[in-house]
């Protein structure tokens, strides 16, 4: 297939020095990209040439390039990570974009995701929560012992379904309420069904959940876009689960 | 359980208003079949039959004031979250793209809400408050032979009848009403099982299109009764 030149685009994006620095647009002209070059390759592109003309490049974050370590954001034209379905940032082409176009690029947008500069956000929320439970601490044997507790193969798919979240916060960027439910769900569920994890599943659900609240994210009102949003299509069915676990945690207390 | 932390939690904030919710889907189902009643009898009886149970029903009297507080705590805590969600993006989008990822009416709850809100209070100034405590002409007592017995009760029928048969806008705004309230139970239904832990991969579709048909029948079971009159006198 020839490639397709887009001989000319506009980058409108949001230029933030540091965390309590008032942010603004810019747009950007950007010549000659190839309809087959990724996304943050486009981005590069811009930044190589604002260095040369002597001006302060465009910060975000990025960094396996092949969609595993959701550390790239970005939302592109109104949507986390782009036009597309069930990719990261660094997983969009350019061929997602017509001639002459102009691109609106926005950091994540939440109280519980501080914009650090330009187009980076702090992410250590999702850290911070994890913290609170989302890990296994009873003594659960050798990888021996791991091998000889027999798990259902639907609990087993239920677990590693919720388990490829990759903590990249689309679902928090994309959520009118900024809730960080999806990814809450993810991490909770991918433990709950497995029986290494239920040992603690009352603790974790509660623990998470409280620290999510705590840290500003706002409240889950089902209106199921994260899901559509999510890189990893996290289904959420996850969040009635932890809803569940939560439920009855707080019930049998 | 500690109560403070469980209802200031988000999780336990939306139990809350699941639980009122789904009570007050149960209370419009029963209110609709009776309301219409009122569109296959032009005579009244059968209306005012009901009425006149309902107002006597001792049943009915306890369920008054839970009815009261659902709607309160429902109303009330719709607010606090709102807030609370609204504050968790303090910097808004430029641009956001949502029609792609979900559905209006799951976009818009409590601006369907707050418009719900208002037309409840036209709502029940125009019947309930006249029926209870200010009385109206209209009212005046009727006998209607209910199983072979003379029962002397309310004209209710006459106040509701008279109101749609002579206002047309009225009319609309009972039509728009009846319509905003199929589109907030749309989502709300299977929103409601979503928050209280019961769905999963295959109930959530058996939900959803149950949502939606919940929805419409509210839609066109409330708004037919206006219509009914608009059309026919
Ligand atoms: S649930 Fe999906 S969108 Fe949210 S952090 Fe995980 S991978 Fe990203
Ligand atoms: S850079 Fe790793 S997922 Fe995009």
């Known amino acids: ?202 603790r974790r659900a509660k623990a998470m959940v409280a620290k999510m609240d705590e840290l500003g994210f706002g409240g889950c009102t089902n209106t199921g876009a994260c899901e559509l949003e999510c890189p990893k299509g996290i289904s959420i069915s996850h969040i009635a689960r932890l809803n569940r676990e939560y439920l009855k945690a707080k019930f049998s207390d | 359980m500690s109560k403070g932390s469980f209802l200031n939690a988000s999780v336990g904030r939306k139990f809350l208003m699941s639980i009122t919710g789904l009570f007050l889907i149960m209370f419009l189902l029963v209110h609709m079949s009776i309301n219409l009643l009122l569109i296959f009898d032009d005579s009244g009886d059968l209306f005012n039959i009901a009425a006149h149970f309902m107002a006597t029903n ?76 200010a009385g109206d002409p209209l009212l005046e007592h009727i006998t209607v032979m209910q199983a072979g017995v003379p029962v002397e009760m309310e004209n209710a029928y006459a106040l509701v009848a008279t109101l749609f048969k002579e206002s047309v806008i009225y009319d609309i705004v009972y039509i728009i009403g009846g319509v905003l309230l199929g589109l907030h139970v749309s989502h709300g239904f299977w929103s409601a099982f979503q928050t209280i832990g019961f769905n999963n991969h295959i109930w959530r579709k058996r939900l959803f299109v149950l949502a939606q048909v919940i929805g419409a029948i509210f839609a066109i079971g409330f708004s037919v009764i206006p219509l009914y009159f608009l059309i026919k006198f």
């Open chain 2, 58 to 133: 001792p049943f009915i009297k306890i369920i008054e004031p839970v009815l009261a507080l659902g709607f309160a705590i429902h109303i009330l805590w719709s607010i606090i979250i709102t807030i609370q969600n609204m504050r968790a993006r303090p910097v808004k989008y430029l641009k956001s793209n949502q029609a792609v990822n979900s559905t209006w009416a799951s976009r818009n709850m409590f601006i369907l809400g707050a418009m719900l809100f208002v037309y409840i209070g036209i709502h029940l100034y125009n019947f309930w408050w006249k029926m209870k405590f």
């Open chain 1, 1 to 202: 297939m020839a490639d397709v030149i887009l001989k000319k685009i506009y980058v409108k994006v949001w230029r933030q020095n540091n965390v309590r620095a008032k942010g603004r647009f810019e747009t950007y002209e950007v010549e000659n990209i190839s309809q087959g070059s990724s996304f943050l390759e486009m981005l590069d592109i811009l930044n190589d040439k604002l260095i040369r003309e002597g001006k302060d490049p465009i910060a975000f974050d990025h960094d396996c390039r092949e969609g595993i370590c959701g550390t790239c954001s970005l939302y592109v034209n109104g949507r986390a990570h782009g036009p597309d379905r069930d990719i990261t940032t660094c997983q969009l082409h350019m061929r997602k974009f017509n001639e002459g176009e102009t691109i609106t690029i926005e950091p994540w947008r939440a109280g519980a995701f501080p914009v650090i500069k330009d187009l980076m956000v702090d992410r250590t929320a999702f850290e911070k929560i994890q913290q609170a439970g989302g890990f296994v601490s009873v003594n659960t044997g050798g990888v021996p012992d791991g091998n000889a507790i027999p798990i259902g193969y639907e609990d087993a798919e239920e677990a590693m379904d919720a388990a490829a979240c990759i903590g990249c916060g689309a679902c928090v960027a994309t959520c009118k309420n900024s809730s960080a439910m999806l990814f809450v769900a993810a991490k909770v569920s991918q433990l709950a069904k497995l029986p290494q994890g239920k040992v603690e599943g009352k």
